[in-house]
């Protein structure tokens, strides 16, 4: 929510509404928007009927959070463009955007391939405030990841040279 609120002039400038959906409780989204200061919408899904038939919670999360992802709705109502994201890869906002031009131009347009997708590497400031909440509220998915997260490095590093 961070990224597409540091880019929003640029999400207006295509004449698009954003809206972004929580499954948090609408106080704690409303002190969400606070803190974070957006621009647009947040909805609140706290029964997660949207986001089931979507098919997106994550049940390896904090017993099911969803997991990002991105719609573009055209003029005429329809999906035509997708991404289902994870939490260290997720799609690049640059074809997000070069998307939304295209669709100004022509709102016939379709989503042609799969969103090109960035890799999230947290900063070791990240790696230690995720610790922190772990310890304090944590549960065996959370330490799962924590275990893990040498093997997901090693995982982008082996991806990124295949991708060469």
């Known amino acids: 929510m961070a990224e597409i609120q540091k880019n929003y002039d640029t999400y207006a400038k295509f004449n ?3 809206f ?3 499954m ?3 106080r704690q989204s409303a002190n969400l928007v606070r803190k974070l200061g957006l621009s647009f919408t947040l909805l609140c899904d706290d029964d997660k009927k ?3 038939l979507f098919d997106l919670r994550n049940p390896l999360e904090h017993d099911g959070i969803a997991y990002p992802a991105t719609f573009i709705i055209s003029p005429a109502g329809n999906i035509c463009y997708r ?3 994870g939490t260290a890869k997720r799609v690049d906002l640059t074809d997000e955007l070069a998307f939304l031009e295209q669709l100004q131009k022509d709102s016939g347009h379709v989503q042609p391939a799969r969103p090109k997708k960035a890799w999230i590497l947290p900063s070791p400031k990240d790696d230690w405030r995720i610790s922190m909440n772990m310890i304090s509220v944590g549960n065996f998915a959370d330490w799962k990841n924590l275990f893990l997260l040498p093997i ?3 995982k982008i590093l082996v991806s990124k040279i295949k991708s060469r």
Do not use: P, Q
Request: proline share 0%.
């Open 50 to 52: 949207v986001i089931d």
């Open 83 to 85: 991404s289902l994201d």
């Open 24 to 26: 948090d409780s609408s």
């Open 152 to 154: 997901n490095y090693l």
């Open 20 to 22: 972004a959906l929580s």
């Open 16 to 18: 698009t509404r954003v």
